[in-house]
């Protein structure tokens, strides 16, 4: 099973600050990862896939990079609406083929 | 849109089996891998299993003994059973749409139900 840890647990930050999340893996999953935001009550929304692609309506101040076993979610600019918890998410060859990182909180400073 | 709900019972007793249903709208159920997606309260999110609409499955090594996904064409509707249920499975539980783009085509989660909570106790 390939294993996602997520980094920090819980970031604390301010509107209009920049946020940078990490996620690795395990073993390499290529750039087969996703990111998804989750507001308190509400679904996983999917924000980014193969590592750097926004899914359709996401805003232009986040931003994913990195493959193999790193990657990184950035919020440039935060916004209100932005605090939630993020998770990461990879799709391998190895059973089970998803799995998802712990997720990061961000929470208002 | 592709719209997913979730429906049934929120309370069910330790050994039982948990049986959901998630109902799409707005599109049709072929041509698309589905999955159910679980999260317990305060933590975070476990994928069970996934069917395409043809009827293949595939489910998470740590469930198959007691997991079984079907679909319904017909219906538009694909569910879930759980059983031997403890009150480790206590969670809300999501039924989720693949993504359907590119060459990683059904590595994601695209569309997701509201989920619904379901309580394992006695």
């Known amino acids: 099973e390939i294993v996602l840890t997520q980094s920090p647990a819980t970031l604390s930050l301010s509107p209009g600050e920049r946020a940078t999340l990490s996620c690795r893996a395990s073993q390499s999953v290529s750039s087969y990862l996703a990111w998804y935001q989750q507001k308190p009550g509400q679904a996983p929304r999917l924000l980014i896939y193969?590592?750097?692609n926004r899914a359709t309506g996401i805003p232009a101040r986040f931003s994913g990079s990195g493959s193999g076993t790193d990657f990184t979610l950035t919020i440039s600019s935060l916004e209100p609406e932005d605090f939630a918890v993020y998770y990461c998410q990879q799709r391998s060859n190895w059973p089970p083929p998803f799995t998802f990182g712990p997720g990061t909180k961000v929470d208002i400073k | 849109q592709v719209q997913l709900q979730e429906s049934g019972p929120g309370l069910v007793k330790p050994s039982e089996t948990l049986s959901l249903t998630c109902t799409v709208s707005?599109?049709?159920?072929?041509?698309?891998?589905w999955s159910w997606i679980r999260q317990p309260p305060g933590k975070g999110l476990e994928w069970i299993g996934y069917i395409y609409y043809s009827g293949s499955t595939n489910y998470n090594p740590s469930l198959k003994s007691r997991v079984t996904i079907s679909v319904d064409t017909s219906k538009n509707q694909f569910s879930l059973k759980l059983s031997s249920v403890t009150a480790a499975d206590t969670a809300v539980y999501y039924c989720a749409r693949h993504n359907t783009v590119g060459v990683s085509s059904g590595y994601y989660f695209l569309d997701w139900g509201q989920g619904t909570l379901v309580t394992v106790s006695s």
């Open positions: 193969d590592a750097s």
């Open positions: 707005g599109g049709s159920i072929s041509s698309y891998y």
